[in-house]
């Protein structure tokens, strides 16, 4: 079974940094594609960025110059860094797994996601 669990949300001022973590089991993240989405209250899911298992990553433009995602195999845990964080950054993010292909950064989750950590940024 697999299961995705997020943690490193937070609250922080403008212009703060956090990195979030995204612990995967019972899924074999160094071959496929993972990353991360989110959601605001009354808006639209939006991807973040992802990476696959080539170990090439693409991000969202929310995501674009300031958010860093990557992987570390041997402790099957996936990360979000980010940067330089605005209050519109202000969601619930969620980290995905897509066992298939390679559309989380459309925001389009793929097979597996977690519960979320939230993230709420203040100007």
């Known amino acids: 079974q697999v299961q995705l669990v997020e943690s490193g949300g937070g609250s922080v001022q403008a212009g703060g940094s956090l990195r979030l973590s995204c612990l995967a089991s019972?899924?074999?993240?160094?071959?496929?594609?993972m990353g991360w989405f989110r959601q605001a209250p009354g808006k639209e899911r939006e991807g973040v960025g992802q990476?696959?298992?080539?170990?090439?990553?693409t991000y969202a433009d929310v995501g674009q110059g300031r958010f860093t995602i990557s992987k570390d195999n041997a402790n099957n845990t996936l990360y979000l860094q980010m940067n330089s964080l605005k209050p519109e950054d202000t969601a619930m993010y969620y980290c995905?797994?897509?066992?298939?292909?390679?559309?989380?950064?459309?925001?389009?989750?793929?097979?597996?996601w977690g519960q979320g950590t939230q993230v709420t940024v203040s100007s």
């Open positions: 995905a797994a897509d066992a298939f292909g390679c559309t989380i950064v459309y925001g389009l989750p793929g097979s597996y």
């Open positions: 019972g899924y074999s993240e160094s071959s496929n594609c």
């Open positions: 990476i696959d298992g080539g170990g090439i990553t």
